[in-house]
C-alpha cells in the first residue's frame, strides 16, 4: 500500500491549482491555510506528524476533484471547530470566509456539544447530521470523503481495533456513498483499503492471484491492445484505449460472495475504449463483436439504461484468441468524466456549473436519503435503513409506459409502488408483473413490467406492509399515512405496546400511576401530551425499545414494591373480569381445561406472529392452525366442528422461549449448479438451520426446491423469504409445499 506524501506547507496545493487553470481565489486559500495552521499549532497526528499535514492532504484530494475555493477553504478548516473549540468558533469562521465555508464546515463537523451517553447514538447521529448537510449541499460528501480516503490512507498507525471499526465503518457507510455519487476512483481505493484490514488473509490471497495471473499474460493485452486499435483505425473512428485490471476488492467480493474461484472471475482484464460521440459507441461495439466472439449474457448498456449513480457504458465480455475473456467497457470523454468522478465531474469539467434541472434530478435521492433517514429514530433500524438504501444493488424495472424505476435490490412491489408516488402505494390493492397477478410481497427482477393496481375505494395501506417493504422511502411513506389518517387507531395501538411492556414488570398498578409514568416518558422524550407518544407508537414512528429503559425507571419510581395489589388498567379502562387461561406448550395460549395438550399443525406451520386458532383433535389434545390455513376453513364449514374451535394466540415472548419453528419453503429456481451452494450459504448466513431439502425438476426444465427451516416468527421468515429471492436463479418462493 502506497503512502502518501507528508506536506506541512500549501506549496505543492498552490501550484496544483495554479496549473488545473481554473479560476481560483488564491488569497483567500492561503489565509484558511494560515488560520488552521496557527489552530492546530501544537497538535499531532498519533504518527507524529503535524496535524496541519492531515487538512492540507484534504485539500489536495479536493482539488484533484475540482471543486471550487470554498471547498478548499472548507477542507483545510474542516477540523478547527471540532478540535479548537476554545479558540475559534462557526461565527468566526463565517466572520473571516464567508457563509458558505461555515456551512460547509459545520456539515463536517461531529456533534460535541450534545452528550449523549450510548456512544452507537452518538456515532449515528454524527452520520445523520452529515446526511442533513449533504442534502443542502452535495459539495459536504465530497470534502467528507476525500477527509475520509486520506484517514484511510494512514491507518497503519492506529491499533488493530481502531483499524477494523473504522474500515468496517469506510466499507459500510463511505464506500457505497461514493458509489451512488458515482466517483468509482475513490470508492475503489476505499474499498481496497478496508479489505486489506477486515480480511488481510483473504486479500492477501486475492492479490498474489492477480500478479500471479498478470505474470502468467502478460502479453495478453499489448497484443488486444494492437489488433483493437488498428481495427478502430482502419474505419477512421477517433478513440484513446486503456487497459485495466479488476481491483482486487471487486475480485474478492465476487470469489467469497458468489463462492467463485479466481480462474471463473470472466472480466479480470479490461479494455476500455473511449470515442467522440455516443454513435461511435455503438460503431465500436459492433468492430470488437466482428473481431471476438463474445460470451452470451456479459452483454450490458448502461449507456440506454444509466445506473442511478449517472453511470454510463456499454459492457461486452469476449474471448480473445488464447482462449483468455476479457470485458470491453465503451463510452464517450463525457461518459468517462463522470464515470471516474460522478456528480463531482460537473465541478472538474464545467467550472463548477451546475446544469440546473438536470443536476438537480441526478441529486434527487440525495434529499430522499436525508428525508427518510432524518425521521428513523431507532439506531438499529437508522443503520439498516441507510445500508439498503445506499449499498444494495440495483433492480431496474419497466413501468406499463415503459419507464424505467431503480430500486435497490430485493424490493418488493410495494416499495415499486411508493418510488412511483405516495398516492400510488396509499391506493394499491395488488399488483401484475408481465401481465400476471401476483402477491404484494413479491420482488420483481430486472427488465419485468410492473403495473400497480389500485382502487380510489381503497381505505389506505395496510399495518402489515411495514414487515413487507424494504426501502425506507416505503416504510416512511406508509408511516405518514398512518400518523395523518389514522391517529384514533394509532393512540389504541400505541397505549396497547406499552401495555405489554408493563407486563413484563409483573407488578399491578393504577391508572393514574399509568398516566403519571406515561406523562413523564412523553415530555421527557419532547411530545406534548401522551396521546402524540402513543400516536408514534402506533403509526411506528418509534419504537418500543426507545424508551424501555425511561418506562422501566419511570415505573419503578412511581409503582413501588410495597404498593397494594390493585386492578390492572385494561388499554380500553373498562374493568372486566380476565377471561380464565391456561399455558399449553410451544408458547401458546389456549382456553380451555388444564393439561390441554398442544402441538402445531404440519399442514400449515404456524409462526409467532401469525394468527391462530386451535382444533380439538380425537385423542390428540389441541391442534393448532393458522386460522387461513385451508383445513381449518374447511373444517369451519361442517357443523359436527362448531364445537370443538378454542381461541388461542401466541404467549408474549414466545419467540425467545423457544429457539425455533418448522417453517416450510417452496423455491421455484432456473436449473444451476450453483442453486442448492447459494440457497444453503445464504441461510447459513443468516444463521438459519436447514431441518429437509429436497428438489424436484418441472416440465420446463426448472426447478422446485422444497425446504423446511428453523424460524423465530414471522418477521424472521419474512427476511428469509427476502433475502432468498434476491439469489441469483430463483424465480419465486413461497411459504408451504404445493
Not at 500549501?10 to 483567500?28: A, M, V
Amino acid at each position: 500500500m502506497t503512502v502518501p506524501e507528508i506536506h506541512t506547507d500549501i506549496t505543492f496545493l498552490l501550484k496544483t491549482l495554479e496549473e488545473s487553470g481554473k479560476k481560483y481565489d488564491l488569497e483567500k486559500i492561503r489565509e484558511a491555510f494560515q488560520y488552521a495552521n496557527s489552530l492546530h499549532e501544537g497538535q499531532f497526528r498519533i504518527s507524529g506528524e503535524a496535524y496541519i499535514s492531515h487538512p492540507i492532504a484534504v485539500a489536495e484530494i479536493v482539488a484533484g476533484l475540482g471543486l471550487d475555493t470554498d471547498s478548499i477553504c472548507a477542507a483545510l478548516l474542516h477540523d478547527t471547530v471540532e478540535d479548537c473549540a476554545d479558540r475559534t468558533n462557526l461565527a468566526e469562521v463565517e466572520q473571516k470566509f464567508g457563509a458558505q465555508v461555515a456551512m460547509l464546515v459545520d456539515g463536517l463537523t461531529k456533534i460535541v456539544a450534545i452528550h449523549i451517553d450510548n456512544k452507537e447514538e452518538a456515532h449515528i447521529e454524527n452520520i445523520r447530521k452529515m446526511l442533513l448537510a449533504m442534502a443542502k449541499d452535495i459539495r459536504v460528501i465530497f470534502i467528507k470523503l476525500c477527509d475520509r480516503l486520506h484517514n484511510m490512507r494512514t491507518l497503519a498507525v492506529r491499533g488493530e481495533a481502531k483499524q477494523r471499526t473504522t474500515a468496517l465503518e469506510t466499507m459500510q457507510v463511505y464506500a457505497p456513498l461514493a458509489h451512488r455519487l458515482g466517483m468509482q476512483k475513490i470508492k475503489q481505493e476505499l474499498e481496497n483499503i478496508s479489505i486489506s484490514y477486515l480480511d488481510p488473509i483473504g486479500y492477501q490471497e486475492v492479490q498474489n492471484d492477480i500478479d500471479r495471473k498478470y505474470g502468467q499474460n502478460q502479453g495478453f493485452m499489448e497484443s488486444v491492445h494492437s489488433r483493437v486499435q488498428q481495427k478502430l483505425e482502419e474505419n477512421g473512428i477517433h478513440f484513446v484505449l486503456k487497459g485495466r485490471i479488476k481491483s482486487a476488492y471487486s475480485i474478492y467480493r465476487k470469489m467469497y460472495s458468489q463462492n467463485k474461484s479466481f480462474d471463473q472471475i470472466y472480466d479480470f482484464y479490461a479494455l476500455r475504449v473511449i470515442v467522440d460521440t455516443e454513435l461511435e459507441c455503438y460503431t465500436a461495439l459492433g468492430l470488437i463483436h466482428e473481431m471476438y466472439k463474445s460470451i452470451p449474457g456479459r452483454f450490458k448498456d448502461y449507456i440506454s439504461m444509466p445506473k442511478p449513480n449517472m453511470y454510463r457504458s456499454l459492457h461486452t465480455t469476449v474471448i480473445g484468441r488464447d482462449g483468455i475473456p476479457f470485458e470491453v467497457q465503451i463510452r464517450t470523454w463525457d461518459m468517462h468524466h463522470v464515470a471516474e468522478y460522478g456528480v463531482a465531474a460537473h465541478w472538474k469539467y464545467k467550472s463548477g456549473q451546475k446544469s440546473g434541472e438536470d443536476m438537480d434530478e441526478r441529486l434527487e435521492w440525495v434529499s430522499k436519503l436525508a428525508e427518510t433517514e432524518s425521521s428513523i429514530q431507532d439506531p438499529d433500524e437508522f443503520m439498516s435503513t441507510l445500508k439498503t438504501d445506499i449499498f444494495n444493488d440495483e433492480t431496474y424495472v419497466f413501468t406499463p409506459k415503459g419507464d424505467v424505476i431503480a430500486l435497490p435490490k430485493g424490493s418488493t412491489v410495494i416499495d415499486f409502488a411508493y418510488a412511483i408516488h405516495s398516492a400510488v402505494g396509499n391506493k394499491m390493492v395488488g399488483a401484475k408483473i408481465n401481465g400476471m397477478i401476483v402477491p404484494i410481497d413479491r420482488v420483481p427482477q430486472t427488465g419485468e413490467i410492473v403495473e400497480v393496481l389500485t382502487s380510489s375505494a381503497s381505505h389506505g395501506p395496510s399495518r402489515d406492509w411495514l414487515k413487507i417493504v424494504t426501502t425506507s422511502e416505503a416504510r416512511n411513506k406508509i408511516r405518514q399515512w398512518f400518523k395523518k389518517e389514522q391517529r384514533a387507531d394509532n393512540i389504541v395501538v400505541g397505549r396497547g405496546i406499552i401495555e405489554t411492556e408493563f407486563k413484563k414488570y409483573n407488578r399491578p398498578y393504577t391508572e393514574a400511576q399509568w398516566d403519571e409514568i406515561v406523562g413523564n416518558v412523553a415530555q421527557r422524550n419532547g411530545f406534548a401530551s401522551s396521546d402524540d407518544l402513543y400516536n408514534t407508537l402506533g403509526y411506528g414512528g418509534m419504537a418500543i425499545t426507545k424508551i424501555a429503559t425511561k418506562l422501566r425507571d419511570e415505573f419503578d419510581r412511581v409503582v413501588k414494591p410495597e404498593t397494594p395489589e390493585v386492578p390492572v388498567m385494561e388499554v380500553d379502562q373498562v374493568k372486566v373480569a380476565a377471561p380464565r387461561k391456561h399455558r399449553g406448550t410451544g408458547g401458546i395460549v389456549v382456553d380451555g381445561e388444564r393439561g390441554c395438550q398442544v402441538k402445531f399443525a404440519k399442514c400449515c406451520n404456524p409462526l409467532p406472529g401469525d394468527a391462530v386458532v386451535g382444533f380439538i383433535t380425537k385423542g390428540f389434545g389441541i391442534s393448532v392452525h393458522k386460522e387461513d390455513c385451508p383445513n381449518i376453513l374447511l373444517s369451519r364449514g361442517k357443523p359436527e366442528n362448531a364445537d370443538r374451535f378454542v381461541s388461542a394466540h401466541w404467549e408474549e415472548g414466545s419467540e425467545s422461549a423457544f429457539a425455533a419453528y418448522e417453517a416450510l419453503l417452496q423455491i421455484h429456481a432456473h436449473s444451476s449448479m450453483t442453486l442448492i451452494a447459494n440457497v444453503t450459504m445464504a441461510l447459513a448466513d443468516m444463521k438459519v438451520s436447514i431441518l429437509a431439502i429436497n428438489t424436484q425438476k418441472k416440465g420446463d426444465g426448472s426447478i422446485l426446491m422444497n425446504l423446511t427451516i428453523s424460524c423465530k416468527n414471522i418477521d424472521h421468515y419474512h427476511s428469509i423469504v427476502s433475502r432468498l429471492k434476491g439469489l441469483k436463479d430463483v424465480i419465486d418462493v413461497v411459504r408451504g409445499f404445493s
